[in-house]
C-alpha cells in the first residue's frame, strides 16, 4: 500500500491572504509548479516570487519598499543622462534558468550595454534569453529572504 501523495499548497490564495512585508516559504516545490504558478498570476501581481532548487519564496513587498526602489530607479537614469549613455528599465522582470533550477524578480532591473537586446521584446525566448542585466536592483528591508 503506498501513501497519498501530499496535496499542493495553494499559492494563489496564500498570495491573496498575504500582507505587505509579509513572506511565504514552501520548500520541495518543483520546477514546474514553480512555472504554473508564475503563468497562473501573471504580471499584475504585485507579489514578488524566487525560487531556488526547489524553494519557493513568495514577498509582498511593503509601500516603503516601492519608494526606495523608485528613488534608485530615479538616481540611475539621471546618472546615465550625466553620462549620456542609453539606459533600458525593465522593471521586475522574472529571469529563470531551469538547468540551474533557479528563478528571480529583481525589483528593477536596467540594461546600458545591451539595450539593442532588449528594446521592444514583449517576451524572452526561454531558449535563448538575453544576457544578465548590467543592474539589478533588490530592496531587502527584511532579512529574512533568500540569498541572491
Known sequence: MS?????????????AHLPPGGTL???????????????????RCPARISYDQGELEINMPLPIHEFF???????????????NLEIVGLGSTTFKHQDWLQGLEPDSCFYIQNTA????????????????PDVAVEIDITSESLNR
Open 117 to 132: 537586446l532588449v528594446i521592444g521584446v514583449r517576451r524572452f525566448d526561454p531558449k535563448s534569453p538575453p544576457p544578465p
Open 69 to 83: 526602489k523608485e528613488i534608485l530607479a530615479r538616481l540611475l537614469y539621471a546618472l546615465a543622462e550625466e553620462l
Open 3 to 15: 501513501a497519498a501523495p501530499a496535496p499542493q499548497p495553494d499559492y494563489r490564495a496564500a498570495i
Open 25 to 43: 516559504s514552501f520548500q520541495r516545490v518543483s520546477w514546474n509548479e514553480y512555472e504554473k504558478l508564475l503563468d497562473d498570476i501573471g504580471s
